[in-house]
């Protein structure tokens, strides 16, 4: 059993071209370039891009 509240999200740092690869619970979604490009990957998910909070504290 966890505590966490969703989905464990993983955005990788940047690799050499800028691209910063996309999980969700492991299974690989993409590679984001830009804050759209995230939150479209999200939305692909099945997740609302409304309810990212890209300030979130809890993001590492």
């Not at 990788?12 to 990957?41: F, I, K, N, Q, W």
Request: aromatic letters at 2%; zero cysteines.
């Amino acid at each position: 059993m966890t505590d966490r509240l969703g989905p464990h999200i993983v955005v990788h740092p940047p690799s050499v071209d800028g691209g910063r690869r996309l999980h969700v619970d492991a299974r690989p979604l993409g590679v984001a370039y830009d804050v759209a490009d995230l939150l479209e990957l999200l939305r692909r998910a099945g997740l609302d891009p409304e309810e990212v909070r890209l300030n979130d504290p809890m993001i590492k």
